[in-house]
């Protein structure tokens, strides 16, 4: 094989066939091996290998199961045959990925007095490639201050203004989708599966547009919108707004799904976990409640803060693990999800709390006053009693004040800030994922790509109610019932009564059941009639057989006079 990639006819014109000194003449057989004396071929094969892909290995990996319990020898090396590829497969698995490595790329200083949030965004863009310089950009808009919200691939950009200025466009390309101006207050705005459509949370209903800027719907139940979040694997969107209601809205059938009433007023912060779709809300009371659309009442109720909760969190890079949280009383906190007895971290922002969100690689970037603070993993999800920040890794100031939103660029190392100027992105490096899933989020896909990653997305869309805290219960096992004797699989509905009070673990001992079958059938058939008893008990009175007597079709007067209870006569 070495061989033959060697001798492609890749070095010279096809049209100058090179002739070699072992050829002979109108006598090459199909089988014939090439001659050793050719100085191209032995320059080459020394630097030619095949892929460990395409390599035939005759030994079987390790921990490869032989199967000898299998008497047919044809279904025997069919699964040894299978076993030995998907352990190959998962020992090339680390050949596949290119660009995994074990360091993000972050700034490193070299001294210990040298600190990396001393370095600016001006040295940043210089040192890094031209490439990705670009994502270090100013962009000042009238009709601030702005929120924006990137797609799953992170290549398109929405922003919406408070004064009705929307827009999407392709950053990395400049093309501009649509630019809207609505003449109305807009509060939250965020793309559907993909950049075809998009919604926005405006004066008084949710609207939807399409690509194009063209009205497509108008969903008058999300009155008074204030955030939206869209879950791609459950095509739903979800809202939040001055009512306190939040609602789920199915985008694939345009039904309702459900609403739940939250009961702490009006609601301006909301974030999802993507790890589960669990839709967190910051209250103006201080709590944070987790809700799920199959649970009427919050599945965690948290005190998170002394006042209003300015924004929520979700890390993603721990599977949802951790969530932060802000709050007017000028507090940042890390909490750890798995349980809730305590903040992780917890210390006083500068300027009082505002924005905070995660990367995909878990750095943390906090908007305070003037400035956005990033810090870096792991140094924030580890415990630390004291109430001092974590070390911190850039720091970059705004003087356009309010800061309301910031925004991580998926696969990129580029957060984007809102402010009421228009908007600022800055390099952040090692914060943007380097590997991407084509399958699920891919940059670089064509118009076809998209329409099949959306059908697939359609035909695998998960049902609302397995939303839950724990995801891993899908597919497990479900416990053994409590309704069932010990002993036998009797249904609990079969079982003697006093069987089912100890099932209950309300059994009162003192009670003796009959053991023998005659006082147990005797038993049985006393209950019969004293139930038929009760079930009699008041039809044999004389006013009860008059009007069993008079009854008819009609409404007489005269029986609903004599039907009516004696307090209403009186």
Same mark, same amino acid.
Not at 428 to 457: H, I, L, Y
């Given at each position: 094989?070495?061989?033959?990639?060697?001798?492609?006819?890749?070095?010279?014109?096809?049209?100058?066939?090179?002739?070699?000194?072992?050829?002979?003449?109108?006598?090459?057989?199909?089988?014939?091996?090439?001659?050793?004396?050719?100085?191209?071929?032995?320059?080459?094969?020394?630097?030619?290998?095949?892929?460990?892909?395409?390599?035939?290995?005759?030994?079987?990996?390790?921990?490869?199961?032989?199967?000898?319990?299998?008497?047919?020898?044809?279904?025997?090396?069919?699964?040894?045959?299978?076993?030995?590829?998907?352990?190959?497969?998962?020992?090339?698995?680390?050949?596949?990925?290119?660009?995994?490595?074990?360091?993000?790329?972050?700034?490193?200083?070299?001294?210990?007095?040298?600190?990396?949030?001393?370095?600016?965004?001006?040295?940043?863009?210089?040192?890094?490639?031209?490439?990705?310089?670009?994502?270090?950009?100013?962009?000042?808009?009238?009709?601030?201050?702005?929120?924006?919200?990137?797609?799953?691939?992170?290549?398109? $950009? @929405?922003? %919406? *203004?408070?004064? #009705?200025?929307?827009?999407?466009? +392709?950053?990395?390309? !400049?093309? /501009?989708?649509? &630019?809207?101006?609505?003449?109305?207050?807009?509060?939250?705005?965020?793309?559907?599966?993909?950049?075809?459509?998009?919604?926005?949370?405006?004066?008084?209903?949710?609207?939807?547009?399409?690509?194009?800027?063209?009205?497509?719907?108008?969903?008058?139940?999300?009155?008074?919108?204030?955030?939206?979040?869209?879950?791609?694997?459950?095509?739903? $969107? @979800?809202? %939040? *707004?001055?009512? #306190?209601?939040?609602?789920?809205? +199915?985008?694939?059938? !345009?039904? /309702?799904?459900? &609403?739940?009433?939250?009961?702490?007023?009006?609601?301006?912060?909301?974030?999802?976990?993507?790890?589960?779709?669990?839709?967190?809300?910051?209250?103006?009371?201080?709590?944070?409640?987790?809700?799920?659309?199959?649970?009427?009442?919050?599945?965690?109720?948290?005190?998170?803060?002394?006042?209003?909760?300015?924004?929520?969190?979700?890390?993603?890079?721990?599977?949802?693990?951790?969530?932060?949280?802000?709050?007017?009383?000028?507090?940042?906190?890390?909490?750890?999800?798995?349980?809730?007895?305590?903040?992780?971290?917890?210390?006083?922002?500068?300027?009082?709390?505002?924005?905070?969100?995660?990367?995909?690689?878990?750095?943390?970037?906090?908007?305070?006053?003037?400035?956005?603070?990033?810090?870096?993993?792991?140094?924030?999800?580890?415990?630390?009693?004291?109430?001092?920040?974590?070390?911190?890794?850039?720091?970059?100031?705004?003087?356009?004040?309010?800061?309301?939103?910031?925004?991580?660029?998926?696969?990129?190392?580029?957060?984007?800030?809102?402010?009421?100027?228009?908007?600022?992105?800055?390099?952040?490096?090692?914060?943007?994922?380097?590997?991407?899933?084509?399958?699920?989020?891919?940059?670089?896909?064509?118009?076809?790509?998209?329409?099949?990653?959306?059908?697939?997305?359609?035909?695998?869309?998960?049902?609302?109610?397995?939303?839950?805290?724990?995801?891993?219960?899908?597919?497990?096992?479900?416990?053994?019932?409590?309704?069932?004797?010990?002993?036998?699989?009797?249904?609990?509905?079969?079982?003697?009564?006093?069987?089912?009070?100890?099932?209950?673990?309300?059994?009162?001992?003192?009670?003796?059941?009959?053991?023998?079958?005659?006082?147990?059938?005797?038993?049985?058939?006393?209950?019969?009639?004293?139930?038929?008893?009760?079930?009699?008990?008041?039809?044999?009175?004389?006013?009860?057989?008059?009007?069993?007597?008079?009854?008819?079709?009609?409404?007489?007067?005269?029986?609903?006079?004599?039907?009516?209870?004696?307090?209403?006569?009186?």
């Amino acid at each position: 094989m070495d061989s033959l990639i060697a001798q492609a006819d890749a070095i010279r014109p096809l049209a100058k066939r090179r002739k070699l000194s072992g050829d002979i003449p109108h006598r090459r057989t199909k089988n014939a091996q090439p001659s050793t004396t050719d100085d191209t071929l032995n320059s080459v094969v020394k630097h030619t290998s095949l892929p460990k892909s395409l390599r035939v290995t005759e030994s079987l990996p390790e921990n490869v199961p032989k199967h000898t319990h299998i008497a047919n020898p044809k279904l025997r090396s069919e699964l040894i045959r299978q076993s030995a590829h998907a352990a190959q497969s998962k020992a090339l698995l680390k050949d596949a990925e290119l660009l995994l490595t074990e360091d993000a790329g972050k700034i490193e200083v070299e001294g210990e007095m040298e600190k990396t949030w001393r370095v600016g965004q001006d040295e940043i863009a210089r040192s890094a490639g031209q490439e990705a310089a670009k994502g270090r950009r100013e962009w000042k808009l009238d009709g601030g201050p702005y929120k924006s919200r990137y797609s799953r691939n992170g290549r398109h $950009l @929405a922003v %919406v *203004g408070k004064t #009705g200025h929307v827009a999407t466009f +392709d950053w990395q390309a !400049g093309t /501009l989708h649509a &630019e809207l101006q609505l003449q109305e207050t807009c509060r939250d705005i965020t793309f559907f599966q993909d950049q075809s459509h998009f919604a926005v949370a405006q004066k008084k209903y949710v609207y939807i547009y399409d690509r194009d800027g063209v009205e497509l719907h108008c969903l008058k139940a999300h009155i008074e919108p204030t955030r939206l979040e869209f879950l791609p694997y459950h095509w739903l $969107l @979800a809202s %939040v *707004g001055n009512g #306190g209601y939040l609602k789920y809205q +199915d985008t694939s059938t !345009g039904q /309702l799904l459900v &609403e739940h009433r939250t009961k702490f007023g009006a609601c301006n912060t909301m974030a999802q976990n993507r790890h589960n779709a669990v839709i967190h809300l910051g209250h103006q009371n201080g709590t944070v409640t987790l809700w799920t659309p199959n649970l009427p009442h919050p599945a965690v109720q948290l005190l998170a803060h002394l006042g209003p909760v300015v924004s929520v969190s979700i890390d993603q890079s721990t599977g949802g693990r951790f969530m932060s949280t802000t709050g007017q009383d000028g507090t940042v906190k890390v909490w750890d999800c798995r349980n809730w007895k305590g903040a992780v971290r917890e210390w006083s922002a500068r300027g009082g709390g505002g924005e905070v969100e995660w990367s995909a690689k878990g750095s943390l970037a906090v908007a305070t006053g003037g400035s956005v603070n990033i810090y870096t993993a792991p140094t924030v999800h580890q415990a630390f009693t004291p109430k001092m920040p974590p070390p911190l890794y850039i720091t970059h100031p705004i003087p356009h004040r309010p800061l309301t939103s910031l925004r991580f660029c998926p696969f990129q190392d580029i957060l984007t800030i809102g402010h009421s100027a228009g908007l600022s992105s800055v390099l952040v490096p090692g914060s943007g994922e380097p590997n991407f899933d084509s399958a699920e989020a891919d940059p670089f896909e064509t118009k076809k790509a998209r329409r099949e990653r959306e059908v697939k997305g359609l035909l695998e869309k998960i049902q609302p109610d397995m939303i839950s805290l724990d995801p891993e219960f899908v597919g497990s096992l479900a416990p053994p019932s409590k309704l069932t004797s010990g002993s036998t699989d009797t249904p609990f509905a079969r079982l003697p009564r006093l069987e089912r009070l100890r099932t209950q673990g309300k059994a009162d001992e003192t009670e003796i059941a009959n053991d023998s079958p005659d006082e147990d059938h005797s038993g049985k058939k006393q209950d019969r009639e004293a139930r038929e008893k009760r079930k009699m008990r008041g039809k044999g009175k004389s006013m009860k057989r008059y009007l069993r007597k008079q009854r008819k079709n009609v409404i007489d007067p005269t029986a609903v006079w004599i039907s009516l209870p004696i307090y209403t006569l009186l």
